[in-house]
């Protein structure tokens, strides 16, 4: 076996007023009263997050270790019992996308088949989010790689994979039985699983950082750099009483923004781009150019899901942007080293009260419009 990856435990159980034994003992004798049967284990993909999540809960990550047989194939070992226990398992749809995927799978019925009560997969960025229709303007990968197939129409489209669905599938053969994510590319998604699905917000959490770090937040105005974010950006200018724009844009292919319209005035206002994902950063990158053109004073961009593939980087080091941010649903410190106008949302805090209101069997849409504290 070879490339084993240990996800250990975390060495202590939240914070303590001394170390005395007394105390660390009646700490731990607490809480397990107040969470009992509950473990939360962590996949590769993002084990800050799961970290955050377990100090914000007062508990320890579950033992597990992830190795890779020589052909490359996944092994889970869960390295403490589970029987009749609540499980939470923690993994993001980034990085190598289909090796995550299929180590929440195999976690998942791991712990499924070694008796746990109920395991949940907390999925802060659902993998294949964006493939959950039959799009007219799909394409393939030989369209964009292949020269030959840039002169040919796509006339298949009737025959394209809705991949979100098969993920839903899979994930419920698998045995979850519930399931954690943050701002599906699209809230029908959820309708696709026959197991309870909680769809949590970032909006609260964007609410609070333009309140606290955008001064001039009040001659705001939200944008969002499609026809499809619109109602996103309208619910957040009605809470911040600011009003709101969007850039209606066409796609000759995937990744490739043909032209953009934009809807409402932005001259000498500071505008806030808000889009639930940005991948190659080519939409949010020419829409700041045009808000810019347009008289705006200063641009901003706030995702929750940056991926920031391929020349996304170098885009927004080069763009007019004062500032993008994301939350860590994806692990963004590497991406924050490259280019210091990216800025980092921690929603680790709204997993974590999730995971102990689904725990403690109590109502979840307290998140829906608040960040806990």
Known sequence: MTDANVVPGASQSGPTLNNSPTKLKELQIDLEVRMPNIKVFSGTSHPDLAQGIVDRLGIDVGKVVTKKFSNLETCVEIGESVRGEDVYIVQSGSGEVNDNLMELLIMINACKIASACRVTAVIPCFPYARQDKKDKNMETDKERHIEKWKSIEWKFRSRAPISAKLVANMLSVAGADHIITMDLHASQIQGFFDIPVDNLYAEPAVLKWIKENIVEWRNSI???????????????????????ALIHKERKK???VASMVLVGDVKDRVAILVDDMADTCGTIC????????AGATKV???????????????????????????????????HMQQCNKVQCIDVSMMFAEAVRRTHNGESVSYLFSNVPY
Request: glycine share 6%; charged share 20%; net charge negative.
């Open 222 to 244: 939200i944008v969002s750099p499609d026809a499809g974010g619109a109602k996103r950006v309208t619910s957040i200018a009605d809470r911040l009483n600011v009003e709101f």
């Open 254 to 256: 995937a990744n490739e």
């Open 286 to 293: 020419h829409a700041a150019e045009k808000l810019m053109e």
């Open 300 to 334: 901003y961009a706030i995702l929750t899901h940056g991926i920031f593939s391929g020349p996304a980087i170098s885009r927004i080091n080069n763009a007019c942007f004062e500032a993008v941010v994301v939350t860590n649903t994806i692990p963004q410190d590497q």
